[in-house]
């Protein structure tokens, strides 16, 4: 099993920046897609980021490309999501999510590890 510890959430003002970290540990081999969900308050979680074993494959949200950027550090087990141009409906809790499967999906079910999520909120 795998474990993933979200950290880097914070306030900041509208257009600001944070960049959020997820440290995975455990049997991390074999999980090819890490991703990055959020959820606001009254809202189903939705898909915000993902990216491939080798970091030469990433897909977005079309509510996030352009202002977000997803890497990953597989020395270091370690998925960052570097968030940019904050807005107020950015705001959410961000959870960290990593599946066995190879092809990216938006679909928080096909996802089979969920770290505890770190919360963002964006003041205007």
């Known amino acids: 099993q795998v474990q993933l510890v979200e950290s880097g959430g914070g306030l900041v003002q509208a257009g600001g920046s944070l960049r959020l970290s997820c440290a995975a540990s455990?049997?991390?081999?074999?999980?090819?897609?890490m991703g990055w969900f959020r959820q606001a308050p009254g809202k189903e979680r939705e898909f915000v980021a993902a990216?491939?074993?080798?970091?030469?494959?990433?897909y977005y949200a079309d509510s996030v490309k352009g202002r977000f950027t997803i890497s990953r550090d597989n020395t270091k087990n370690t998925v960052y999501l570097q968030t940019n141009s904050l807005k107020p409906k950015d705001a959410a809790i961000y959870y960290c999510t990593a599946s066995k499967g190879a092809v990216f999906s938006t679909r928080a079910s096909e996802y089979d590890c969920w770290g505890q999520g770190t919360q963002v909120a964006v003041s205007s």
């Open positions: 455990g049997r991390i081999f074999g999980y090819y897609v």
């Open positions: 990216i491939g074993w080798s970091s030469s494959s990433s």
